[in-house]
């Protein structure tokens, strides 16, 4: 871990903030945490006693119990002048984060990063209200759960420094995550962008009749995610062309035809969130849905991940 970085601040603690410090206290950081909701604190420790056998298992050699050095605070104001790195998670809302980032502008140490972990709002939407060091502001973005899915998309604008960018991402990987650079704001950013197409188009397919909502999910998950998950779709093309460049090129060149016809008829069919279209959606969802046994899910996604993680020697 970074010799600069030692205590964290979660600011925000719902379901990304409870993980986020899971993998800080992880890591042997001390956590300072708020939160004004009713009973947060009693929800991260559940979570944390939870998590905990997940995380000793991704990690390695830990201490049996889960870690206790963090506390929470009414107000996190005063405790800034301690922190060295600063993780928001609070809620999507313009108004909201343009006055919080201020306060936390206003009050944490020069230099210190004040990553937000928006998943879709840039910074360059918040930070006006900043006078003193706005370049220190930028996007940490985390996949749920962040103690387990390795990738943080980290969004600078316009005015972040670069020296800011070079830490945040020196932090994330120090924290074992796959931070990736996005060059340029967008709404949504990236991932979270290819996820929305993927499921305009499987809630165009489900409201539409022609799959199953469980088929639907067997389809990703026994097939292109099955590949997605180790080679990414750019390099999946290319092996599909014979690999390297060429067999990027020869992909494009000989199903590119198809695939133009393909997304006419996607456009055509695009899912329209017209009431008719959402009732039949839910409503197939809903049959589907309804059998899921959620806590065994959630332990069996858990030891998926794990042994997936564990099998990829580059994460």
């Known amino acids: 871990m970074s010799q600069q970085i030692r205590t964290v601040a979660v ?24 939160d004004p909701v009713e009973g947060a604190e009693d929800r991260f420790r559940r979570y944390l ?45 313009v108004e909201f984060k343009q006055e919080l980032f201020k306060t936390l502008d206003q009050h944490a140490r020069p230099g210190v990063v004040i990553a937000s972990s928006s998943s879709g709002l840039p910074s360059s939407a918040f930070i006006g209200q900043c006078e003193h060091e706005p370049g220190r502001i930028l996007i940490g973005h985390p996949f749920n759960p962040p103690h387990l899915i390795p990738l943080v998309e980290v969004v600078p604008h316009a005015g972040t420094t670069p020296a800011i960018i070079t830490t945040a991402m020196a932090f994330y990987r120090a924290l074992g995550k796959r931070p990736v650079l996005i060059r340029k704001e967008v709404p949504g950013f990236v991932a979270n962008r290819l996820q929305a197409a993927i499921n305009a188009e499987a809630y165009s397919l489900i409201s539409r009749g022609v799959i199953s909502a469980e088929d639907l999910d067997t389809a990703v998950t026994s097939g292109p995610g099955l590949r997605w998950g180790v080679t990414g779709p750019i390099v999946t093309n290319a092996l599909g062309g014979g690999g390297g460049a060429d067999g990027f090129n020869t992909r494009l060149e000989r199903l590119g035809p198809a695939i133009r016809g393909w997304e006419k008829d996607m456009l055509e069919h695009r899912f329209d969130w017209s009431e008719e279209r959402l009732s039949l959606l839910k409503a197939e ?4 849905l309804t059998a899921v046994n959620w806590s065994e899910l959630t332990r069996q996604r858990d030891s998926v991940l794990l042994q997936l993680l564990k099998s990829k020697p580059n994460l």
């Open 285 to 288: 969802v809903g049959n589907y």
């Open 49 to 93: 006693d939870e998590a905990w056998p997940s995380i000793q298992l991704q990690l390695g050699s830990l201490q049996q119990e889960p870690a206790k050095n963090y506390e929470f605070v009414a107000d996190i104001v005063p405790r800034l002048i301690e922190v060295d790195f600063i993780q928001e998670n609070g809620p999507e809302r």
């Open 11 to 34: 600011i925000g603690c719902g379901v990304i903030g409870m993980s986020w410090a899971c993998l800080f206290l992880a890591k042997g950081l001390k956590v300072i945490i708020t």
